[in-house]
């Protein structure tokens, strides 16, 4: 049996952690607090003290957006040992393994479909989110130069996040994404405003915004090698929901121009935003599509990049007549085989479920409209988000919320919650409360 550690123990850990261990977007000089988590089970987390108590919190985080089905989830635990008594690794270069195919089949299977659009059939498998982005970016570059007409420029909209490597960093929000501080370094893209917020594109608002776009990517259509979006829902760059409507538009204005649509699904996809992918909501498929973060059901680093027939053959008849990527790690077994498992999960209960979640969010998150410092209050499937006038006191909003037992990690003037999937009624309610609570006690 596991045992636990003793209190110096966690105290030397924790020393060691913050001295020498970079977290995200961390400083060596003013590290901020990290909390040691024991272990995990159901949709808790244990959370080890210093003083030697444990503290038993609800992850309202899912992990950053992963663990939709919670944590130590017997079929995934299954789907795991079963695959550590095969192999755990094995090279993918001149080798393939049955879970890697599965897992392809299973994705071209559940890809999004819509009338008038190729399927997208050619799977290739990456290892994290970014590197998926970096390869669907390469593939628009190499399809568009194999076709003899090289186009250099990917068009998006601000406020997006695609990862934290170059080529994905050059197409996130170039305020938020630092550009200035890459400066030379990063390839130039253009960037459309952000859509307006909310559904709804029968507004004055979407109608200027429609005009400006198209003004703009006129400009530059020429050279647009892709449109690249998250479709619907902004996650990382802001939380931001915008219009079906204006992803069609994208859609519609690239294919026009000859440009190839990219989809980062990432956050949105594997049922996250009510719908299978943010894509059935706008009745387009893309060329191209990345999704990651869920797809193991975040036991394991895995992401997916799937394409049309077209796209894959472009890329082949090209003069390096392949597709220029191959990670060391690719098609990994061990987290391909809880994917497939984690795939298996997921199905039109959960669908049913993150609908339902909406309204349970929708409610629970009401109270937070009376406060003086809440700007906004909005909810997507099972994503629920508190805006304030301010950036958030995030030290201060994150102990609240853990002495109410909610794990929540703000960012900017956001207090949002991605919470599993396999939460209940009454644990989005208590997510709620601590939310809605914590912001009370710390920004009034
Ligand atoms: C998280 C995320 C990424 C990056 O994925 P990593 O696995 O962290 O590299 C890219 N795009 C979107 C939309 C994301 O949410």
């Not at 090289?150 to 909209?157: A, K, L, N, S």
């Not at 550009?179 to 960037?191: K, S």
């Not at 990517?217 to 219009?243: S, W």
């Not at 003069?319 to 061990?334: I, K, Q, R, V």
Request: hydrophobic share 45%; with cysteine.
């Amino acid at each position: 049996m596991h045992q636990p550690l003793a209190t110096p123990q966690v105290t030397d850990l924790l020393d060691f952690d913050r001295a020498h261990v970079w977290h995200p977007y961390s400083s060596a000089l003013a590290p901020s607090t990290t909390r040691l988590v024991e272990s995990a089970n159901g949709i808790r987390l244990r959370l080890r003290e210093t003083d030697g108590t444990v503290r038993e919190v609800v992850d309202a985080m899912s992990s950053w957006w992963c663990a939709v089905h919670g944590y130590a989830v017997p079929q995934l635990d299954a789907a795991a040992r079963d695959q550590l008594e095969r192999m755990s690794h094995v090279m993918f270069g001149g080798l393939t393994n049955e879970p890697a195919i599965r897992l392809a089949r299973a994705l071209t299977e559940r890809a999004p479909r819509a009338d008038g659009y190729a399927p997208l059939e050619q799977v290739f498998l990456a290892d994290s989110g970014s590197v998926s982005v970096e390869v669907a970016l390469k593939l628009a570059w190499q399809a568009h130069a194999a076709a003899g007409r090289p186009r250099r420029t990917m068009f998006t909209i601000r406020g997006g996040y695609h990862g934290d490597t170059l080529a994905p960093m050059s197409v996130c929000d170039p305020l938020d994404g630092m550009h200035t501080l890459f400066r030379g370094v990063l390839p130039q893209q253009v960037f459309a405003p952000r859509p307006p917020a909310g559904l709804d594109a029968d507004t004055p608002t979407y109608a200027e915004w429609e005009r400006q776009v198209r003004a703009l990517y006129a400009q530059h259509a020429d050279d647009v090698a892709a449109v690249v979006l998250e479709p619907v829902l902004q996650g990382a760059g802001g939380m931001h929901i915008y219009p079906p409507q204006a992803v069609a538009l994208l859609a519609a204005l690239a294919r026009e121009s000859g440009a190839l649509v990219i989809f980062d699904e990432i956050a949105t996809g594997l049922g996250r935003t009510g719908t299978m992918w943010a894509a059935d909501r706008c009745a387009v498929v893309p060329d191209i599509m990345c999704t990651g973060k869920a797809l193991t059901g975040g036991y394991l680093t895995l992401a997916a990049v799937l394409c049309t027939r077209a796209v894959a053959e472009a890329v082949s008849s090209g003069s390096a007549g392949a597709l220029m990527h191959g990670p060391t790690f690719m098609g990994n077994p061990l987290a391909c085989a809880v994917a497939c498992a984690s795939l298996d999960l997921i199905g039109s209960h959960t669908l049913q479920r993150t609908e339902r979640m909406q309204a349970e969010l929708d409610e629970a998150l009401d109270p937070a409209r009376a406060l003086d410092c809440v700007r906004d209050v909005r909810t997507l499937g099972a994503v629920g988000v508190i805006q304030l006038h301010e950036p958030v006191d995030v030290e201060r909003v994150i102990a609240a919320a853990l002495r109410r037992g909610v794990w929540v990690r703000p960012f900017r003037d956001l207090v949002y919650a991605m919470p599993p999937f396999v939460s209940d009624a009454d644990d989005i309610a208590l997510i709620g409360r601590a939310m809605v609570e914590a912001i009370q006690e710390v920004h009034g």
